[in-house]
């Protein structure tokens, strides 16, 4: 059993070396494919923790009159806690609003001057809403048009972040990732026909020493295995190649990338699950040589 295992991996090899021009048109096409497969992982994963942080940059913020009683407000938040699509009810009084505020504008000598000129506290207090889903805030505001005793002291109601960005954001994604998955399709079908061409090639300018060996007995899978080693040989080269040349581009746009995911780094990620993604690699492009071996083996040697 050795000794055929061994026989089929030397063959397997020198079919590689015998073709190498086609070789390393096939390997072109497979580290094109790959790398794109590779790519819409990368986007997925940074596409999807940039729509998780913007859905937890949403929520509902009510402001109250400055004759709202602290009690009253109070109780406007036990209530909406209690609403099933409700997750957390933020209240931020007056005096905790007016030292924020004076946090965030502390090096604007204007604004403090104007602050200091007032005498007073110009802000309102409010409840700050957030929902397990975006779409969970149409129906929260419906909830408190309907409190009819409250309208009284709330001054408005609003949104802090446009929902309407994020259900957009949603759709260039999905469009973008329909892009990806359709290149990768027909990449793979290339990769395929360019595999099984050349294995096909290699079957017909062994055809002599095939037939010489079934003559002889040989058994199927002695005659078979050294084209399925070529096939998956391309493959991990590619795979290899894919992950050597997708390094330094995923260094390179990190640092852009912050700009728009603050709270995930595409660098880090990478190198974290690097040998997730390598194994991603070698099992979709070890799947396309074995599947185009396969298909020209059947094809040519009818077995």
Same mark, same amino acid.
């Given at each position: 059993? /050795? @000794?055929?295992?061994?026989?089929?991996l030397?063959y397997g !090899?020198?079919n590689?070396?015998?073709?190498? !021009?086609? *070789?390393?048109a096939?390997?072109?096409?497979?580290?094109? @494919?790959? @790398?794109v497969?590779q790519?819409?992982?990368?986007?997925? $994963?940074m /596409?999807?923790? &940039?729509?998780?942080?913007l859905k937890?940059k949403?929520?509902?913020s009510i402001?109250?009159?400055?004759?709202?009683?602290?009690?009253?407000?109070? @109780?406007?938040?036990?209530?909406?806690e209690?609403q099933?699509?409700?997750?957390? $009810?933020e209240?931020? +009084?007056?005096?905790?609003?007016?030292?924020?505020f004076?946090?965030?504008?502390?090096?604007?000598?204007?604004?403090?001057?104007?602050?200091?000129?007032?005498?007073?506290?110009?802000l309102s207090a *409010?409840?700050?809403?957030?929902?397990?889903?975006?779409?969970d805030y149409?129906g929260?505001?419906?909830?408190l048009d309907?409190?009819?005793? !409250?309208?009284?002291?709330?001054?408005?109601?609003?949104?802090?972040?446009?929902?309407?960005?994020?259900?957009?954001?949603?759709?260039?994604v999905?469009?973008?990732?329909?892009?990806?998955?359709?290149?990768t399709?027909?990449l793979?079908?290339?990769?395929?026909?360019?595999t099984?061409? /050349?294995i096909?090639l290699?079957?017909?300018s062994n055809?002599?020493?095939? +037939?010489?060996m079934?003559?002889?007995?040989?058994p199927?899978?002695?005659?078979?295995g050294p084209?399925?080693v070529?096939?998956?040989?391309?493959s991990?080269?590619a795979?290899?190649?894919?992950?050597?040349i997708? !390094?330094?581009?995923v &260094?390179?746009? *990190?640092?852009y990338?912050?700009?728009?995911?603050?709270?995930t780094?595409?660098?880090t990620?990478?190198?974290d699950?690097?040998?997730?993604?390598?194994?991603?690699?070698? $099992?979709?492009g070890?799947?396309? &040589?074995?599947v *185009?071996a396969h298909?020209?083996?059947r094809?040519?040697l009818k077995?």
């Open positions: 059993m /050795t @000794t055929v295992i061994s026989r089929i030397k !090899w020198q590689f070396r015998r073709n190498r !021009w086609l *070789s390393i096939t390997i072109s096409i497979l580290l094109l @494919t790959l @790398t497969f790519g819409l992982i990368l986007f997925r $994963v /596409t999807e923790t &940039g729509i998780a942080n937890n949403i929520d509902v402001y109250f009159t400055s004759e709202a009683e602290e009690e009253g407000i109070l @109780t406007i938040q036990r209530r909406l209690q099933e699509n409700v997750k957390q $009810v209240y931020i +009084s007056r005096d905790k609003a007016l030292a924020m004076k946090k965030r504008h502390e090096d604007d000598p204007t604004i403090n001057q104007a602050l200091r000129e007032l005498n007073d506290n110009p *409010s409840l700050n809403i957030k929902a397990d889903n975006p779409s149409s929260i505001v419906a909830f309907k409190q009819k005793n !409250w309208q009284p002291i709330i001054e408005k109601t609003t949104y802090r972040q446009n929902q309407l960005v994020i259900e957009r954001l949603g759709n260039i999905n469009t973008a990732e329909k892009f990806g998955f359709g290149l399709f027909f793979s079908i290339a990769a395929i026909l360019v099984f061409n /050349t096909s290699a079957i017909y055809r002599e020493e095939l +037939s010489v079934r003559l002889m007995g040989s199927n899978n002695f005659i078979v084209y399925v070529t096939g998956i040989i391309y991990v080269i795979a290899v190649l894919s992950m050597v997708i !390094w330094p581009i &260094g390179f746009i *990190s640092p990338l912050k700009f728009f995911v603050s709270d780094s595409l660098a990620y990478y190198a699950n690097f040998l997730k993604l390598a194994g991603y690699q070698l $099992v979709f070890v799947t396309l &040589g074995i *185009s298909v020209a083996i094809k040519y077995i």
